[in-house]
């Protein structure tokens, strides 16, 4: 059953990071919710190689969720980051929350300030809470990277 409440899960340029994906599932089985994937990545024209392995790690969180039977859905955005996410949000008005799970520093006023990071110029114009799940052991964290 696909539910109406969505989570955003939020991903750039083939990386992630282990415990936003398992956030995101734990999350989406406590509200009884699906996973939306958005994978945000730079031009796939300019490089064959990382469009391959963004799709194969999308292909692998894909599988890691469904495997815990949350229902997900998953789409790959080249372009502007802050242009395509912002579209999306645009197709997809019904998530209850956004879980980042990009670079690590997303939300810092002095990447605001310095123009370093296309998500905290954008995060004001976001309708729903976003979270930046982190490990709080780095060897467990290690180890369930290496599982997806």
């Not at 958005?38 to 692998?60: H, S, T, Y």
């Not at 980042?100 to 114009?125: C, D, L, Q, T, Y």
Request: net charge positive; charged share 30%; aromatic share 8%.
């Amino acid at each position: 059953m696909i539910s109406d409440k969505w989570i955003l899960l939020v991903l750039e340029d083939g990386a992630f990071h282990s415990e936003s994906v398992y956030y995101a599932i734990n999350l989406a089985k406590r509200i009884d919710c699906s996973i939306s994937v958005l994978m945000l990545a730079a031009n796939a024209e300019c490089d064959p190689e990382g469009l391959n392995r963004e799709q194969g790690i999308v292909k692998k969180i894909l599988n890691a969720i469904r495997a815990e039977k949350v229902n997900v859905q998953a789409k790959i955005r080249y372009g502007d980051k802050a242009s395509e996410f912002l579209k999306h949000l645009a197709d997809n008005p019904s998530f209850a929350v956004t879980v980042w799970g990009g670079g690590e520093e997303f939300a810092a006023e002095r990447n605001i300030k310095k123009g370093k990071n296309w998500f905290a110029k954008i995060k004001v114009n976001i309708r729903c809470p976003v979270v930046r799940p982190t490990a709080k052991d780095k060897s467990k964290t290690k180890h369930k990277q290496k599982e997806l």
